[in-house]
């Protein structure tokens, strides 16, 4: 069974606007990661975290990580169109990824 | 450079019958996996391989499902006979394993697509 719990399930805003999503997990990890995957496509790496690191960030995306509350967000600053698709959390234990259920972006125009 | 190479993209079957997926992961890759992802979840894990070896094959139901990686390289997930609930996508990633990357990032496949009729 699956792991973590993303939070929202769904989010829609405008273009410009910031994107955040919540994940939470439940037992230990190594690191925890990030994945995107659009419609009908496969996911694709985003960004990783590691569980001594606090915060993180790539380009437009900022990760944070609170090993305490067992729980990671993902910021998405200045939105795009072209970021409209799913985010997963995975939580890692050494080579085990464990998803969450994702959380559904739209970005609209 | 080639990522995971999946095929088919898209299958439609009757129920009972069998279905094969294949799986070529990225080359120098030794750890391979296969997960399911049912519409609106994340994905799950069936099998991990490394090399040739299953080293974690808890959540494949064995009953029907199947999967062999003969010369450590590409992979076939078999499922017979398949049933309506089987109908999901099945996406294949690797990774260089935990010796070589120990902070493991895994790269995708674009999926298999089942339907089950």
């Known amino acids: 069974s699956q792991q973590g719990e993303e939070d929202p399930q769904a989010l829609s805003i405008q273009e410009g606007e910031n994107a955040t999503m919540n994940c939470s997990y439940k037992t230990s990890i190594n690191n925890l990661q990030w994945y995107r995957q659009n419609s009908g496509r496969g996911l694709v790496h985003l960004i990783l975290i590691r569980s001594n690191e606090r915060e993180k960030h790539s380009g437009r995306l900022r990760v944070t990580l609170d090993t305490s509350k067992k729980s990671s967000s993902l910021l998405i600053t200045a939105s795009r169109a072209a970021d409209t698709a799913s985010y997963f959390c995975a939580s890692t234990w050494f080579d085990q990824l464990t998803f969450g259920k994702g959380t559904k972006l739209s970005v609209i125009p | ?117």
Not at chain 2, 47 to 70: C, G, H, M, T, W
């Open chain 2, 1 to 117: 450079e080639a990522g995971v190479v999946q095929s088919p993209r898209y299958k439609i079957i009757e129920k009972k019958q069998p279905v094969a997926f294949w799986c070529n992961p990225i080359s120098g890759h030794n750890t391979l996996y296969w997960y399911l992802q049912n519409l609106g979840q994340g994905p799950e894990l069936l099998i991990r391989y490394e090399n040739e070896e299953a080293v974690d094959d808890s959540q494949l139901p064995k009953d029907r499902f199947s999967a062999e990686r003969l010369k450590g390289v590409d992979s076939t997930l078999k499922i017979q006979p398949a049933e309506l609930g089987d109908s999901a996508v099945y996406l294949c990633a690797s990774s260089l394993g935990q010796r070589e990357a120990p902070y493991n990032e895994q790269f995708f496949g674009p999926g298999t697509r089942l339907t089950v009729l």
